[in-house]
């Protein structure tokens, strides 16, 4: 079997594919309990490998081989990436050279540019959570959109920002490492805010690397078109960008033509990954993460920042799946915050992130929620490690 090349920030996945359709309405009583956690199970800090059938399951079909000879000196490898089951655009040939195209592209910017949203919108598939909250993004999320005319890998990273903990240094880290590896690089800057020093310095920092950058302006449904043609003044004015687009993930607005340029500045390749492969994040990242983002809701001040989520454990049985989740926090008053008055909030984070994961997974699902206290883990390099950072 030939090797494939290896996705940007050398980290490599088991994947998933999976099918069926969501939907399904779960039982009574599921979920978001506060109870103690059912012997047998590891400990809070394990990561026990997941046991539905089927998950990480690699593909042999590589149209045109998976090598790339040609890209660098990467060698990136999506041998083992697995993912959703996905729709394939019908699009014309971006770059009207009849040539296929595939390579990596990544959304980078500050914190709340409108990235993970955007990344939905053109995967046509919730893949990276999204919330108002600032550094939503912890992980590096990759999409795979399929074209008759290539094959465009999209990166979402987490927003570069002032770090004030060991885990702010990692994520600006690995936002760093990303950047340094992908074809095309488009910088996020919402319409609805004017352009700042965090604009400023992510530009500065771009201006040393190879890749074809492009600027998005994003949000551009928030403003009139007075303050939209401001706003694309500055961000001309801050780097020479190969293009500006103005988008809008939630309009749909030039989603197509951004989608079009990404496109057209990758090189020509192979395809990348196989057909039906819509993400390679592994089912227990989504898993959690779609928990995290069902928690982040209604919280305030630090609160955010301080909320982590560990998948222990992944059951299947028949049509049920079965999944235990501890929810971490720094401090005891953030565990009271968390689980609420009777365990009334933790109940509606475990209500909302259930169907979440229903609609992810294609199955019932039981959810049980543990919220436990990880003092200082965002400044812990231990606890870090546990947590997956």
Same mark, same amino acid.
């Given at each position: 079997?030939?090797?494939?090349?290896?996705?940007?920030?050398?980290?490599?996945?088991?994947?998933?594919?999976?099918?069926?359709?969501?939907?399904?309405?779960?039982?009574?009583?599921?979920?978001?309990?506060?109870?103690?956690?059912?012997?047998?199970?590891?400990?809070?800090?394990?990561?026990?490998?997941?046991?539905?059938?089927?998950?990480?399951?690699?593909?042999?079909?590589?149209?045109?081989?998976?090598?790339?000879?040609?890209?660098?000196?990467?060698?990136?490898?999506? !041998?083992?990436?697995?993912?959703?089951?996905?729709?394939?655009?019908?699009?014309?040939?971006?770059?009207?050279?009849?040539?296929?195209?595939?390579?990596?592209?990544?959304?980078?910017?500050?914190?709340?540019?409108?990235?993970?949203?955007?990344?939905?919108?053109?995967?046509?598939?919730?893949?990276?959570?999204?919330?108002?909250?600032?550094?939503?993004?912890?992980?590096?999320?990759?999409?795979?959109?399929?074209?008759?005319?290539?094959?465009?890998?999209?990166?979402?990273?987490?927003?570069?920002?002032?770090?004030?903990?060991?885990?702010?240094?990692?994520?600006?880290?690995?936002?760093?490492?990303?950047?340094?590896?992908?074809?095309?690089?488009?910088?996020?800057?919402?319409?609805?805010?004017?352009?700042?020093? !965090?604009?400023?310095?992510?530009?500065? %920092?771009?201006?040393?690397?190879?890749?074809?950058?492009?600027?998005?302006?994003?949000?551009?449904?928030?403003?009139?078109?007075?303050?939209?043609?401001?706003?694309?003044?500055?961000?001309?004015?801050?780097?020479?960008?190969?293009?500006?687009?103005?988008?809008?993930?939630?309009?749909?607005?030039?989603?197509?033509?951004?989608?079009?340029?990404?496109?057209?500045?990758?090189?020509?390749?192979?395809?990348?990954?196989?057909? /039906?492969?819509?993400? %390679?994040?592994?089912?227990?990242?989504?898993?959690?993460?779609?928990?995290? %983002?069902?928690?982040?809701?209604?919280?305030?001040?630090?609160?955010?920042?301080?909320?982590?989520?560990?998948?222990?454990?992944?059951?299947?049985?028949?049509?049920?799946?079965?999944?235990?989740?501890?929810?971490?926090?720094?401090?005891?008053?953030?565990?009271?915050?968390?689980?609420?008055?009777?365990?009334?909030?933790?109940? /509606?984070?475990?209500?909302?992130?259930?169907?979440?994961?229903?609609?992810?997974?294609?199955?019932?699902?039981?959810?049980?929620?543990?919220?436990?206290?990880?003092? %200082?883990?965002?400044?812990?390099?231990?606890?870090?490690?546990?947590?997956?950072?």
């Amino acid at each position: 079997m030939s090797e494939a090349p290896q996705p940007p920030s050398g980290r490599k996945s088991g994947g998933r594919r999976v099918g069926g359709q969501a939907g399904a309405q779960p039982a009574s009583g599921r979920g978001g309990s506060g109870s103690q956690p059912a012997s047998g199970r590891g400990g809070s800090g394990s990561q026990p490998a997941s046991r539905r059938g089927g998950a990480g399951s690699q593909s042999g079909s590589r149209r045109g081989g998976s090598q790339s000879g040609s890209r660098g000196g990467r060698g990136r490898d999506t !041998g083992a990436a697995g993912g959703h089951r996905h729709r394939t655009a019908a699009e014309p040939d971006t770059a009207g050279d009849g040539a296929y195209r595939a390579g990596f592209a990544c959304f980078v910017g500050r914190p709340n540019a409108g990235k993970s949203t955007l990344t939905n919108a053109i995967i046509g598939q919730k893949i990276a959570i999204t919330s108002n909250k600032p550094q939503t993004t912890r992980h590096i999320i990759r999409g795979v959109l399929h074209r008759p005319d290539g094959q465009l890998v999209l990166v979402d990273t987490p927003g570069l920002h002032r770090p004030r903990t060991l885990l702010g240094q990692r994520l600006n880290d690995l936002v760093r490492d990303t950047w340094s590896e992908v074809d095309v690089i488009g910088v996020c800057f919402p319409a609805d805010e004017p352009v700042g020093a !965090g604009d400023r310095f992510i530009s500065a %920092e771009i201006a040393e690397l190879k890749a074809t950058v492009i600027a998005v302006v994003t949000k551009v449904d928030l403003v009139d078109p007075a303050t939209l043609a401001q706003r694309l003044i500055a961000v001309s004015e801050l780097y020479d960008f190969a293009e500006i687009v103005p988008v809008s993930a939630v309009s749909g607005h030039q989603v197509d033509t951004l989608v079009e340029v990404l496109v057209r500045h990758l090189p020509e390749s192979p395809q990348l990954y196989p057909d /039906d492969v819509l993400t %390679e994040e592994p089912e227990q990242v989504l898993v959690a993460e779609l928990v995290r %983002e069902a928690a982040l809701e209604g919280v305030r001040d630090e609160l955010p920042h301080s909320i982590a989520v560990l998948v222990q454990e992944m059951l299947v049985e028949g049509n049920l799946t079965k999944v235990y989740a501890d929810v971490y926090v720094e401090r005891d008053s953030q565990k009271s915050i968390v689980i609420g008055t009777r365990g009334s909030r933790l109940k /509606d984070v475990g209500t909302r992130a259930r169907a979440q994961i229903e609609a992810l997974l294609g199955t019932k699902v039981y959810l049980d929620l543990h919220v436990r206290v990880a003092k %200082e883990w965002q400044r812990d390099p231990k606890q870090l490690r546990r947590l997956g950072f």
